[in-house]
């Protein structure tokens, strides 16, 4: 008999339907979700809500800028030291 397909017995396999990985043991029922609440909305929990999204997105946003101004200032020097430089020596 198919170990993967005997549930029976408890040193049966089962095969995990999201990942594949193979599960030595009973099948465990699956944790029901809850449903989140969309329609009560009060103004802590959009507070809160904003707050966890800045939190969230500043630190990245502000490395993209500074890396954004970083280039740009390291381009426009490099525009300034294209013309040649003229090396005076005193003379011998």
């Known amino acids: 008999m198919d170990r993967e ?3 029976d017995r408890k040193s049966s396999f089962w095969r995990c339907s999201h990942c594949g990985a193979r599960f030595m043991g009973p099948r465990v029922p699956e944790k029901k979700r809850r449903h ?43 525009n300034q030291d294209t013309r040649p430089r003229i090396v005076v020596t005193p003379p011998r």
């Not at 969230?56 to 490099?78: H, K, Q, S």
Request: hydrophobic share 50%.
């Open 36 to 78: 989140h609440r969309s329609h009560s909305r009060d103004s802590l929990s959009e507070s809160l809500t904003l707050s966890r999204l800045i939190k969230r997105w500043a630190f990245p946003l502000v490395v993209i800028l500074v890396t954004i101004i970083a280039v740009a200032f390291v381009l426009d020097r490099r």
């Open 5 to 7: 397909r005997n549930f």
